[in-house]
């Protein structure tokens, strides 16, 4: 059987390599041309590019994929929605693999936001020199919280010439964009805080191999507090991946 393999992140590889050594066609489907490469660095056939409803169905006919994993960030809420609709709609298995979240005991600095307007809020109440360590997507609805106009805002970003564009024509100066590969260590974090001078740092849930933990370790070291979105609800959550991979199989051979 075909599977098309949504991923784009390090686990999301990791399954698709797992799927191919248990038998499976895999096509891995990425973003980005950059995690496509390394897809297929690891052997594994892979495309990129965002999908829209259209082109997500044509591709599911033309290369007769026989189900589709669903491996995205936790915060794609786009692609995920569109898959499991077009899924739907074609009577495919869709299965969603989510990597686990942090796990962490309560603490005075770590603060939970629903969304992101809750997040501006509190860190607007929280200091004046913020780091948001979000991604570059929603970085207009960062810029155009009035609760933040006053502040001043440092952005770490993926390092390509679109991100970059996207930051400088929101009007972010070279000296408020932090341009790097994560994950990244605690002590580069600790590094990078205390340059900035940060006052706040806003993060993403984005599991142990998304560096959040590193993250909020940074901040209680350096008695910084920091502010975590939570996940969207997920459609569904496997911790393991062999486990997932077995269940997957089992699900896969009752509807032959």
């Known amino acids: 059987m075909k599977l098309l393999v949504l991923a784009g992140t390090q686990d999301g590889r990791e399954l698709g390599e797992q799927l191919y050594k248990a038998g499976y066609e895999v096509v891995l489907s990425t973003l980005t041309a950059y995690g496509a490469d390394l897809a297929q660095a690891q052997g594994l056939s892979a495309r ?5 409803r259209e082109s997500l169905r044509l591709f599911l006919e033309q290369e007769s994929i026989g189900a589709v994993v669903d491996a995205t960030h936790p915060y794609a809420q786009v692609i995920q929605e569109l898959a499991h609709a077009v899924c739907t709609e074609r009577s495919l298995p869709y299965v969603r693999w989510e990597r686990p979240g942090v796990s962490f005991q309560e603490h005075p600095l770590v603060h939970w936001a629903r969304d992101l307007t809750e997040a501006g809020a509190t860190a607007a109440a929280l200091g004046q020199r913020i780091l948001l360590t979000t991604g570059s997507n929603s970085l207009p ?28 024509s929101l009007g972010l100066k070279p000296r408020q964009i932090i341009a790097a590969q994560g994950p990244f260590s605690k002590a580069c974090n600790n590094a990078l805080f205390e340059q900035l001078q940060a006052e706040v740092v806003i993060a993403k849930d984005s599991g142990l191999t998304g560096g959040t933990t590193e993250k909020i370790e940074a901040c209680l070291e350096t008695g910084i507090p920091i502010i975590l979105l ?27």
Not at 48 to 52: C, D, K, L, R, T
Not at 232 to 237: K, V
Not at 240 to 248: G, P, R, T, Y
């Open 141 to 168: 609805e960062w810029l155009n919280m009035q609760c933040l106009r006053d502040k001043t805002l440092f952005v770490r970003v993926l390092p390509t010439a679109s991100v970059l564009a996207c930051c400088e």
């Open 230 to 256: 939570k996940r969207p609800n997920p459609l569904g959550e496997h911790a393991d991946i062999l486990e997932f991979v077995n269940k997957l199989e089992e699900k896969l051979c009752q509807l032959k």
């Open 48 to 52: 990129f590019g965002a999908f829209s």
